[in-house]
């Protein structure tokens, strides 16, 4: 069925000018990117995007990292586009991800990983509404 599924490329890759590249890859894999901002996240909103990681022990990191520069936040839609996106993005972790992802590519560690996607439908419905309202999605 097609979906969407929310997508942000992290303050590594913007930092790397890294936008376009990892755009280019979203698309030749067929997903189609139907909005897009750049936007800094304060303290508050980093931490309310990743409220249920708030016990993790990389909590504090993460919400430093994600505020230390500008994030590219945008909706993908496709066919079955919240698993094709986690392919595309490869494992958290970049010694773990598969040849050709773009974690394998770009990521520089586990943290500063270059991009995040929705893990589910449901959570992908909650972070597209986090970032951007209906209008501003146009398929
Ligand atoms: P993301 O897919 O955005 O979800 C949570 C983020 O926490 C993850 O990508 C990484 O940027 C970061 N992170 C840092 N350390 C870890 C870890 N040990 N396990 C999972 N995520 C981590």
Redesign the pocket.
């Known amino acids: 069925a097609t979906e969407h599924t929310l997508s942000?490329i992290?303050p590594d890759a913007t930092r790397r000018n890294l936008t376009g590249r990892i755009n280019a890859k979203f698309e030749a894999a067929g997903l189609r990117i139907v909005a897009q901002k750049r936007l800094r996240l304060t303290q508050a909103q980093a931490e309310a995007f990743?409220a249920v990681?708030r016990e993790?022990?990389?909590f504090g990191?993460?919400v430093s990292?994600m505020t230390s520069g500008p994030v590219v936040a945008q909706v993908l839609e496709g066919e079955d586009a919240v698993a094709k996106n986690r392919e595309i993005m490869g494992a958290?972790?970049p010694k773990k991800a598969d040849a050709g992802t773009i974690r394998a590519e770009f990521a520089e560690d586990?943290?500063?990983?270059s991009v995040?996607?929705s893990?589910a439908a449901d959570t992908a419905a909650q972070e597209i509404s986090f970032f951007f309202a209906g209008i501003e999605i146009t398929g």
């Open positions: 942000i992290k990743y990681h993790r022990p990389f990191g993460l990292f958290t972790d586990i943290e500063a990983n995040h996607g893990d």
